[in-house]
């Protein structure tokens, strides 16, 4: 993956999705690897390894809050457009997969998401790079949820 330029868009696409394929779900030993190669990450090393992250699973930020704050703060010093790209693929993660529910109720999804970002607010402190990830993931599991709530008052009008 280090081999091919960035640049190359649907190479580093299907290499992602081929690593998430063959590892996911990501146990200790995959984290222990990408936090081996956090440690001494370039920035396009950075970049390569929040592609993989795009596709970790909507747990994964919940799961492995640790590494999602270390990686965060790795990418911090190279500025706030770098740090935006790397909180939206993590986002993309947690909010990836099945949504279903009945309508004008809200889905168990949501109400994790709002659950489990909650939790983390409450226990990472408020400059971390982190914060903004948990926060956005609260907020839209927040705007879903009143929704469907939403939804359910004009069926039941």
Same mark, same amino acid.
């Given at each position: 993956?280090?081999?091919?330029?960035?640049? @190359?868009? %649907?190479?580093?696409?299907?290499?992602? /999705?081929?690593?998430?394929?063959?590892?996911?779900?990501?146990?200790?030993?995959?984290?222990? &690897? *990408?936090? /081996?190669?956090?440690?001494?990450?370039?920035? @396009?090393?950075? %970049?390569?390894?929040?592609?993989?992250?795009?596709?970790?699973?909507?747990?994964?930020?919940?799961?492995?809050?640790? &590494?999602?704050?270390? &990686?965060?703060?790795?990418?911090?010093?190279?500025?706030? $457009?770098?740090?935006?790209?790397?909180?939206?693929? *993590?986002?993309?993660?947690?909010?990836?997969?099945?949504?279903?529910?009945?309508?004008?109720?809200?889905? !168990? $999804?949501?109400?994790?998401? $709002?659950? /489990?970002? /909650?939790?983390?607010?409450?226990?990472?402190?408020?400059?971390?790079?982190?914060? %903004?990830?948990?926060?956005?993931?609260?907020?839209?599991?927040?705007?879903?949820?009143?929704?469907?709530?939403? !939804?359910? !008052?004009?069926?039941? @009008?």
């Amino acid at each position: 993956m280090k081999s091919r330029p960035l640049d @190359n868009y %649907r190479f580093h696409h299907l290499a992602a /999705e081929l690593f998430a394929t063959m590892f996911y779900p990501f146990d200790d030993e995959i984290i222990k &690897f *990408l936090q /081996e190669w956090l440690n001494i990450a370039t920035l @396009n090393d950075i %970049r390569i390894i929040s592609g993989i992250l795009k596709k970790a699973g909507s747990d994964f930020v919940f799961t492995q809050r640790s &590494f999602v704050a270390g &990686f965060l703060e790795k990418v911090k010093p190279y500025g706030k $457009k770098q740090l935006d790209s790397n909180i939206s693929d *993590l986002y993309g993660a947690a909010i990836s997969g099945s949504w279903s529910g009945t309508l004008g109720e809200p889905s !168990e $999804k949501h109400l994790r998401l $709002k659950r /489990e970002s /909650e939790k983390a607010l409450h226990e990472i402190q408020r400059f971390s790079a982190a914060y %903004r990830l948990y926060e956005d993931i609260y907020k839209d599991a927040e705007e879903e949820i009143k929704r469907s709530l939403q !939804e359910r !008052e004009k069926l039941d @009008n």
